[in-house]
């Protein structure tokens, strides 16, 4: 089924059915939550040589339920010095804003729902994906707030990192999505899905976009090795440090929707979306076309695995060298690849023979590599080790007339 009938079918929806979609999108994002915190232990304590939940039912399966059900129980504890109102709002802020990033994501081609034949897309906009990076800027506001409203240091100094982390990660993962937007000509998610099917991954074809992404949605969700708004040694629980219960569970639950947001739009943008494996075209007719929802999340969860693994294997980084990596790393470096993708695409459509739009990339890889070795050196030379003769004379101030104390200790 090509896009432009998709989207035909989710502009006819009724009303009710756009609230049932609405309802079980939530469902199933709660699901994968319980599911992710689970397989996370379950996965880290693999990789750590530990045994993990293994008590509440078969495996542990239901040992996030219960932690879910045991934070809502918890007494709920607000400190005298909060802004009552603002500390309330904050953790709804943040997990209502991941929820609302789903409202575009294409989860399934064409299905029947209810004798409705629709996708499991709530809408499709021109400007999908302005809409995602609109929306989870917009749960920033909960951290900042959350961190203010407390009326604690540790808490305002975790949101104010955390705010300026994500902040600074966002610009390169909106950077490295321009170059998906400038090869399939369109910013809609359905749109782009298409283009993929119809040709090779973005993930191949833009590989340093999809290098780039990958890195900034691990910062951007403030997940190890880039979780230093929870550096427990600085801002013991970072911006959520007086939270309890309920409020609490939330801020928990928007971090996992969020990790499964950006892990969903990792894979419409550059894997295909729903589509299955190459050569595997066939399975996307299966169960009336709600296969296609199972290649959807076999692809999340293999984001997801990033994230486990990046936590169970790398060390904290230092708040200003993660911060030096954006600025002065992802974010150059996203320019110059959309001005090759720019070019590129502009050679393309004139007309350019092929043999000269691969001269121009052929061109473009030598000079960033001279580029890079020329850094390297001087580098290597600003790290050697200098001659005795061309050491620096600093000069060197006189000690202090010390009197001399005998061993029993008078003068």
């Not at 789903?102 to 064409?110: Q, S």
């Not at 982390?165 to 950077?175: K, N």
């Not at 892990?263 to 979306?273: C, E, I, N």
């Not at 692809?299 to 990046?310: Q, S």
Request: hydrophobic share 55%; aromatic share 12%.
């Amino acid at each position: 089924m090509n896009t432009l009938n998709n989207a035909v079918l989710i502009a006819k929806d009724p009303g009710w059915l756009i609230a049932v979609k609405g309802v079980l999108v939530f469902a199933i994002c709660v699901l994968c939550t319980l599911m992710a915190v689970w397989a996370e232990r379950r996965v880290l304590a693999k990789m750590q040589l530990r045994t993990g939940p293994n008590r509440v039912g078969k495996f542990g399966l239901l040992q996030s339920l219960a932690d879910g059900v045991k934070l809502a129980l918890k007494e709920d504890i607000i400190p005298a010095a909060a802004d009552k109102v603002v500390f309330i709002l904050a953790p709804i802020i943040a997990t209502s804003m991941c929820f609302m990033a789903f409202a575009v994501i294409p989860m399934t081609g064409e299905v029947n729902l209810f004798g409705q034949k629709t996708a499991l897309q709530m809408t499709d906009l021109p400007v999908s994906v302005l809409y995602i990076l609109a929306v989870t800027s917009i749960g920033v506001y909960g951290v900042v707030l959350a961190g203010w409203s407390s009326g604690s240091t540790y808490p305002l100094l975790g949101g104010l990192r955390s705010s300026a982390q994500v902040i600074s990660y966002e610009i390169a993962m909106g950077l490295s999505l321009v170059a998906v937007f400038i090869y399939a000509g369109s910013m809609s998610t359905s749109t782009i899905v298409g283009s993929q099917h119809q040709h090779i991954w973005n993930a191949v074809v833009l590989f340093p976009s999809f290098v780039i992404y990958v890195i900034s949605m691990v910062g951007e969700t403030n997940r190890a090795p880039f979780d230093l708004a929870e550096a427990e040694g600085e801002l013991v629980g970072g911006f959520h440090t007086e939270y309890s219960s309920l409020k609490f569970a939330l801020f928990f639950l928007a971090e996992y929707v969020n990790i499964i947001a950006v892990s969903a739009l990792a894979t419409t943008l550059f894997l295909g979306g729903y589509h299955a494996l190459p050569g595997l075209g066939f399975t996307e007719s299966w169960l009336g076309g709600w296969f296609t929802l199972v290649w959807f999340f076999l692809k999340v969860i293999f984001f997801f695995f990033i994230f486990m693994w990046l936590r169970a294997t790398l060390p904290r980084l230092r708040y200003d060298q993660f911060m030096k990596f954006g600025w002065k790393v992802l974010i150059p470096v996203s320019l110059v690849w959309i001005l090759i993708v720019a070019s590129l695409r502009v050679l393309q459509q004139e007309g350019a023979p092929r043999i000269a739009t691969i001269a121009f990339a052929v061109g473009i890889v030598l000079l960033v590599m001279a580029a890079s070795s020329l850094i390297d050196r001087s580098k290597a030379k600003a790290r050697a080790p200098q001659p005795e003769g061309d050491a620096p004379n600093f000069p060197i101030p006189s000690l202090p007339e010390v009197n001399s104390i005998n061993v029993s200790g008078g003068k």
